[in-house]
């Protein structure tokens, strides 16, 4: 499973946001995060879409959380990206043609529930306070 760019640089995003608590520009954040203000506008959308941060109007404008650090999750992030979590391309929506007869995708599908429940469970503030392990 490799997980993509947007889920990885969204996360950190989310974490930055929730790191400073003020509205912050893209400017700035892509200054923190090392990461190009555009990148980050085209980020913000998706997240925005699904109530994760919230834009805010201005001079003095950008983004910050629309809901408590606590609330959202890393499974919710994969969510406002339209992204699923696949171990393997046989669990995928389109399938594999030896469904039927593959002894091994009940495996696959097994670590990929053990995986999204994971997800579920971390946070961006289990992943602020470094106590999203066991």
């Known amino acids: 499973m490799k997980i993509n760019t947007k889920i990885r640089y969204g996360l950190r995003m989310l974490v930055s946001l929730a790191e400073t608590n003020k509205v912050v520009n893209t400017a700035e ?3 923190k995060m090392q990461v190009s203000p555009k990148y980050l506008r085209k980020l ?3 997240l925005e879409r699904h109530h994760l941060i919230k834009s805010v109007q201005g001079i003095y404008g950008g983004y910050t959380l629309d809901k408590k650090a606590e609330e959202i999750t890393l499974a919710s992030i994969f969510d406002a990206f339209e992204e699923n ?3 393997t391309g046989c669990t995928s929506q389109e399938g594999c043609p030896l469904n039927e ?3 091994t995708r009940p495996v696959w599908e097994h670590l990929e529930r053990l995986v999204s429940n994971e997800f579920q469970k971390i946070t961006i503030a289990s992943i602020l306070n ?3 392990v066991g």
């Open 130 to 132: 470094n106590k999203f």
């Open 44 to 46: 913000a959308g998706p």
């Open 29 to 31: 954040l892509g200054k």
């Open 101 to 103: 007869e593959c002894l």
């Open 85 to 87: 979590i696949n171990i």
